[in-house]
């Protein structure tokens, strides 16, 4: 990945997430912000623009989640999903660019986080 420039994360959620997800910080070139707060999380994305926000147990919050981060960044989301208690219409319905079941494994993850990044990326260079 030489060359490539830094990708910045921001996982909102709870702290086993932020836990578990931690370690692609590690693994690649990123810059990694973690929050448990909404509140918190929507002055950090109205001052600094991250590539990509990663969002889990948000319960009812996630639908105004997910539209407040559209009205204010142009960061992709990516929903961390149970997938024996997921809603697949609901999940469809919200804006978000990506999902990643929840005991996806490592390096699985990192594919799938740098996949999203990647092609949302690719985008938004073509939509300018």
Known sequence: MEGERQVNVMILGDRQTVRRLSF?????TVELMTLAHIPEALGALRCRNYDVVILSNLGEATQTIC??????SQSSIV?????????????????????????????????????????????????C
């Open 79 to 127: 929903m961390i999903v149970d997938p024996t208690r997921a809603d697949w219409q609901y999940l469809d319905s919200l804006t978000i660019d990506g999902f990643i079941l929840q005991h996806t494994g490592r390096n699985e993850l990192s594919a799938r986080l740098m996949a999203i990044h990647r092609r949302t990326r690719s985008i938004a260079a073509n939509n």
């Open 67 to 72: 539209r407040q981060i559209r009205e204010t």
């Open 24 to 28: 692609f910080a590690e693994t690649n």
